[in-house]
């Protein structure tokens, strides 16, 4: 990449103990350009699949984000923390001695499917324009609103005792974008009435890219390869193949009609619209009855 601005998504396997933005600075500094953003913050302690975008690829990222996302993930029955995981300091303890793997099967079911969710106190989530992370952190007793998620898959894959009294459960979990799994963590621990808190998290996919395709933040040089915007926006999004001029409309942000083959996507959400030599074009969105364009991507 040598003598161009590189350009494309770069999935890193983030190691813990960094935030998201010191990823962002680390690839900064190994590509040479300083047009790099994130998909979906993970908190210092996670580890796992994180999207960056670099040049024009960066206008996806807002739409990478909202994809669904899978975690491997340990919840400590026994004890809670301040931040609902093992960064915060220990609350309350109450011994877990008396759970059984059975109950744990069934609590863990009570939080599949819709739910309503209330985030983590030590989140990014503003309240009235400072960072509830910030206020909790002053000794203020911060109240967020629950708000709609969905866990469509929350299996136990193992329970451990690493001690008599603390019981560690070994899950994964598939869920939309906005959902804690600090939060499940901790509403686990609650329904038991032993507290719970996460000691792991580690983030295996987003959307259509998982740990198959990430790279290590220390093998990162301007050789890397990123995955290009063809590549990502067909990774990312329902597709949509249109003629040569329908192409160059689009490519001067005008309108389509919408056709069969965009008719049946999910809801609102962006397509992916290709011209006749196969790069994209646009993401493009139905608003009043035509596809218009959210973002454009030629050129």
Known sequence: MTGEQPEGLLV?????GMTSHDVVARVRRSLGTRKVGHAGTLDPMATGVLVLGVGRATRLLGYVSGADKTYQATIRLGQTTFSDDADGEVGVQVSAAGV?????ARAVATFTGDLLQVPSTVSAIKVAGERAYRRARDGEVVELAARPVRVS?????QVRRPTPELLDVDVTVTCSSGTYVRALARDVGAALGVGGHLTALRRTRVGGFALDVAHRLDRLDQRTQLVGLDEAVAATFQRLDVGAAEATAVSHGRPLPIVEASQHHDGDAPIGVFGPDGHVVALMSPRDGLLRVVVGLAG
Do not use: I, L
Request: aromatic share 6%; no cysteine.
């Open 100 to 104: 059984a793997p059975e109950e744990v």
């Open 153 to 157: 898959q929350f299996d136990v894959a």
């Open 12 to 16: 890193v396997d983030k190691p813990s």
